[in-house]
């Protein structure tokens, strides 16, 4: 008996497994670009290290924990590497619980949904703002009042066009168009309306994230299967090894004892 080849070992699950990992690694590379973004036009060096930006950070090593244990999935699966594998295993649980720890965390220390988007608000960058902003019509986190004892340019994300006949507060330069409509800021707060959005699309996002987790979870399962399979392949080759070994023992001592008849 031969043994089993090195390879297709792991059998036809590794191409699920690759094929999960890669998701996983490009949801990571997503969060990480857009964090890498936010960081790269918003916040200094010394604002990043000094420990206060905990969204952040949040946002930044659960990008990083995606990323890494899709890749090792990805080249684990593809090479049927069991080591990969094995580390691919420890991350993933790793960063399952490290998730599940923060949903405990916030529950336990009461933070809502919007406290959570108002440290969103803080930390990300005048991009994300105004595409909210744009998206949503709303103007600054609170309102008007963020703008009313400042002299910070205003972008015009913050504009709504309007028929002069219209009430409302005018934008600080008016300026006339050719259709005879006006700029004015928008009234609405964000904190408002996406804490609106939010609501109004829960199944959209919660969905998401359970099929993230859910992902994460047949991960595990199948990562777990491969390695048992893989284990069990290894012990039936040495055990035919052993076997084969004790046969040529056997043979040899046989033709040892052998005397030739005079």
């Known amino acids: 008996m031969a043994g089993y080849p090195t390879k297709r070992k792991m ?21 990480i670009g857009y964090m890498a973004w936010v960081l790269a036009t918003s916040v200094t060096v010394s604002r990043f290290i000094d420990g206060s930006m905990i969204w952040s950070y949040s946002v930044v090593s659960v990008g990083f924990s995606l990323f890494f244990s899709g890749l090792l999935g990805w080249v684990g699966g593809a090479s049927e590497s069991p080591c990969l594998v094995r580390m691919f295993l420890v991350l993933i649980v790793l960063s399952l619980l490290a998730e599940l720890g923060g949903i405990i965390t916030l529950n336990i220390l009461s933070i809502s949904l919007d406290d959570i988007l108002e440290h969103g608000w803080l930390e990300v960058n005048q991009g994300t703002r105004n595409l909210i902003q744009t998206h949503l019509s709303c103007c600054g986190w609170a309102g008007l009042e963020e703008f009313a004892n400042n002299n910070e340019p205003i972008d015009d994300s913050c504009y709504e066009r309007v028929t002069p006949s219209v009430s409302g507060i005018v934008a600080r330069i008016e300026e006339e168009t050719a259709n005879g409509t006006t700029r004015r800021m928008k009234q609405s707060p964000c904190m408002d ?25 047949m991960c595990i399962g199948i990562a777990v299967y491969i390695l048992q399979r893989v284990r069990k392949l290894n012990k039936i080759r040495s055990s035919a090894r052993t076997i084969s070994k004790r046969k040529l023992y056997d043979s040899s001592s046989d033709g040892s004892d052998y005397r030739p008849r005079l």
Request: net charge positive; aromatic share 14%; charged share 5%.
């Open 11 to 31: 059998g036809w699950l590794r191409h699920v497994l690759t094929v999960l990992s890669v998701i996983i690694f490009f949801l990571g590379c997503v969060v």
């Open 193 to 217: 309306n996406l804490s609106i959005w939010f609501q109004e699309n829960k199944i959209t996002w919660v969905t998401i994230l359970a099929v993230i987790a859910a992902i994460q979870v």
